[in-house]
């Protein structure tokens, strides 16, 4: 049963495209594409709509290549090869908040290659330190009411305030799976961010039953922890690590006891008020995600992902850090160096891994994995 | 029959009258040098002409990316992005942002370099001092803004900074650049201009000078008219300036003091070029061709470019880095009312534009200056510039029959260019273009 569960999960993780045209034809109802980091999935949700959020393909980036530089990161330029190779016909609109300079040029290239596909921008206030950048996000998050209204249907108060309700116990969910997961090594980190995946992808309500389903068949399997070098995932702000990264850094000995990925913490990491002005606490809910994990996207943040990073470690008892680097991701490139300095100054080992599309040297990484690791057990 | 390219035996026919922005241009960076001695508060400042604001206070200001521009242009970046890289800062990042952090890293001011924990040392060229405020106003490009978080942390969260947000012209329902989208943008761009202005004042405590403001806007509103002029009269054939001297005058437009001198300079530049349209004298001998440059400038070779393509005969004569952007509308500007049209030009930046927009504004621009051709410089760390490259090739190809080429280079990191390439391609592009003629003949 517990496998019939995961294997469905990973079924839609792997292959949302599928999933959501299988969705499409079971009720007849559209399909959102959204892009990461902030984008609020439960407006869409209430409208009727799927809220997909596109991942990267394992696909090796071929057309794409011909209208995208190859210089940008491997989930920008996926966005785009997907697009170009019609992966992305069961969308009825594709819609984003962030204003990432990768994200935002692979969506106008997919605009353009795709002009069939109302693809639409929100922009939210990056400046989280602002005393604006709440009412901005109000604003921005009410236009996005109005134009899934227009694309999709009506989108009512009280569908939102369900929706966030639901949601909220998707997280709260998938945070008790995580919090199992960390303490008794349940769940393989590849299986953890199947689950993180299909949340993204799949309709909330059937994924909500599944998990919950899932924690109860975990619980009553819970063991002790593998024992082996507890090390702490980061990095990957808003596409996962190939799942075989992480099956390799956990059959050379790691066992990850905690994270701040995209397809980890950071995205069940915090829940949307669930009183009050739905479209007010989603806008609140936006500074809040920063908050709770500060994001090296976002700037003038009161928090500091350094600090955070620091004090997880300490708290978590991590021997060390796996940071998980997309190769030309900027944001994580800027923060590096202060990364590095904070875990130097806790005497925290590091290891520095950059992550591509395709393509990625795994018997080398492999060979540094493994030396870091042994590095950190003859410290004792 | 296809015709061998060869070498034209052009040169270059720089503009005299821009000589002059290179005295003026040193005058600012020893004035911005010396800002200490003179008791005067510096400001930062990345992205957008915030120097408007800065010259208004009473300021000195030092706008980042002019300061990794200049270096680059003197082959005198290496060292800043040395200190950069020591300090874990990768080669991938933008290297406007990694060379000026890299300043920052060598500057030498005692406290905040104490505090910070940065590198004290002497720097490159001349000491620019640390700031004691910073501000971003990058549209389009949130790389930009993260370069200037990252200075704030730098600098231990100690020097206060404010950031302008400007929306980018997505346009979710057809044209960005008018109705209630663009209305919408523009508003909230004047809205944050005077929450800016309410830090500038406590930073500096003391009222903001709104006259002052007014008659620098006057003197801008004057010299960008000049200018804009002036590039329109390059359509003339043989072209009377060109690209390059565009550049050799992005400085006085972009952040030079504005006063009479900067009227002045663009009357002088508008006054050569139409005394060469009346004497038939052209920025390139013996213009066999006609060039667009789309991209920022490969800075680091900035001559040797400027003497490439002229040796082919091939005079570029326009690109949307000189063309469109640094106060393009100058008739939108009130000077009585300046922060609209300030606020306009921060949101015309070509980087804040959807693709759709940047295609039709290279199609407008190739067949004003009736062009042959498009040169793409693929900025390798910049990912603004880049990402509507290939689209814009291809509709410059399909709507127009224009030739194009790419050379990855980039803005201050003279790493990522291969001369040798460069050649290859240009000549292909230069002989592509000599049979597509020979098929209209």
Request: with cysteine.
């Amino acid at each position: 049963m517990r496998t019939g569960i995961l294997e469905r999960l990973a079924e839609a993780a792997g292959d949302p495209w599928s999933y959501a045209a299988q969705w499409k034809r079971r009720t007849g109802r559209a399909v959102v594409g959204i892009l990461p980091m902030n984008f609020p999935a439960e407006l869409v949700h209430a409208a009727g709509a799927l809220p997909l959020l596109v991942q990267q393909s394992r696909e090796p980036i071929t057309v794409g290549n011909a209208i995208f530089p190859t210089f940008y990161c491997g989930y920008s330029r996926s966005l785009v090869d997907q697009a170009a190779r019609g992966r992305c016909e069961v969308l009825d609109a594709l819609l984003f908040v962030d204003n990432c300079v990768q994200i935002i040029g692979a969506a106008d290239v997919i605009r353009l290659t795709r002009p069939e596909l109302p693809t639409r921008y929100f922009q939210l206030n990056s400046s989280v330190g602002d005393g604006d950048s709440v009412p901005t996000a109000e604003r921005a998050f009410r236009s996005l009411r109005m134009e899934l209204a227009d694309l999709v249907g009506p989108v009512t108060d009280a569908a939102v305030t369900e929706a966030i309700a639901l949601f909220n116990e998707n997280r709260r969910l998938l945070r008790e799976i995580r919090a199992l997961r960390n303490h008794t090594g349940v769940l393989s980190s590849r299986q953890m961010q199947t689950l993180i995946t299909s949340s993204m992808v799949m309709d909330r309500a059937e994924h909500t039953q599944l998990l919950t389903e899932l924690l109860a068949e975990l619980t009553a399997a819970a063991a002790a922890r593998p024992a082996g070098v507890r090390v702490h995932l980061s990095g990957h702000m808003c596409h996962p690590p190939h799942p075989d990264l992480l099956d390799m850094i956990e059959e050379s000995g790691a066992t990850v006891v905690n994270d701040d990925l995209y397809h980890g913490l950071r995205y069940i990491a915090t829940d949307v008020r669930a009183d009050g002005d739905p479209l007010a606490a989603l806008a609140q809910w936006y500074v809040d995600r920063d908050a709770t994990v500060p994001c090296p996207t976002r700037v003038l943040s009161r928090t500091s992902w350094a600090t955070y990073l620091a004090d997880q470690v300490r708290a978590t008892g991590a021997d060390g850090v796996v940071m998980l680097m997309p190769k030309f991701c900027e944001p994580q490139m800027y923060h590096h160096p202060q990364l590095c300095e904070a875990l130097d100054k806790q005497q925290v080992p590091y290891l520095l891994i950059e992550t591509e599309h395709e393509g990625m040297p795994m018997e080398a990484l492999r060979t540094r994995i493994e030396s870091f690791l042994e590095l950190i057990a003859l410290r004792g | 029959m296809p015709v061998d390219v060869e070498r034209a035996g052009g040169r270059a026919n720089r503009l005299r009258s821009t000589a002059t922005s290179g005295r003026m241009v040193t005058e600012y960076w020893n004035n911005l040098f010396t800002a200490r001695e003179r008791g005067q508060q510096v400001l930062w400042y990345n992205g957008q002409k915030v120097n408007v604001f800065a010259q208004a206070a009473g300021l000195a200001w030092c706008h980042g990316e002019a300061y990794s521009a200049m270096l680059a242009a003197r082959h005198q970046e290496e060292p800043a992005q040395r200190a950069a890289d020591a300090r874990g800062f990768m080669g991938e990042l933008c290297s406007y942002a990694r060379t000026h952090i890299g300043c920052a890293l060598m500057s030498d001011t005692a406290d905040h370099v104490a505090e910070a924990g940065l590198v004290g040392g002497p720097v490159v060229h001349g000491d620019l001092p640390l700031p004691d405020f910073t501000i971003s106003a990058y549209p389009g490009c949130s790389s930009g803004q993260q370069w200037d978080e990252t200075l704030y942390r730098l600098f231990g969260r100690k020097v206060p900074m404010f950031n302008v947000s400007i929306p980018f012209l997505w346009g979710n329902h057809g044209d960005a650049l008018a109705g209630p989208e663009w209305d919408e943008a523009l508003a909230y761009v004047v809205r944050q201009f005077r929450e800016m202005i309410r830090f500038i004042e406590e930073q500096t405590r003391r009222p903001f000078d709104w006259d002052k403001l007014s008659e620098i806007m006057y003197y801008i509103k004057q010299a960008a008219t000049l200018r804009t002029e002036a590039q329109e009269l390059c359509a003339a054939v043989p072209t009377p300036a060109s690209y390059w001297d565009w550049i050799a005058s992005i400085a006085p437009v972009n952040f030079l003091p504005a006063g009479p001198q900067l009227v002045e300079y663009f009357a002088s530049v508008k006054a050569e070029i139409e005394q060469r349209i009346a004497a038939v004298e052209g920025a390139v001998t013996g213009e066999r061709y006609r060039l667009y440059f789309d991209g920022i400038m490969n800075w680091n070779n900035l001559g040797l470019l400027a003497k490439k393509f002229a040796s082919y005969g091939a005079a570029v004569i326009a690109g949307r880095y000189t063309h469109r952007a640094f106060w393009t509308k100058p008739h939108l500007i009130d000077p009585e009312d300046p922060l609209p049209g300030i606020a306009t030009h921060f949101l015309l930046c070509p980087l804040n534009h959807s693709a759709a927009d940047l295609i039709r504004f290279t199609l407008e621009d190739c067949r004003k200056y009736h062009l042959d051709g498009v040169v793409f410089h693929v900025s390798r760390t910049c990912r603004s510039m880049t990402s509507p490259q290939f689209l814009i090739a291809q509709a410059a190809q399909r709507e127009l029959g224009v030739q194009t080429m790419m050379f990855e280079g980039d803005v201050a990191d003279a790493s990522f260019y291969d001369d040798a390439l460069v050649t290859m391609r240009l000549e292909a592009m230069l002989e592509a273009i000599d049979v597509q003629r020979t098929r209209v003949a």
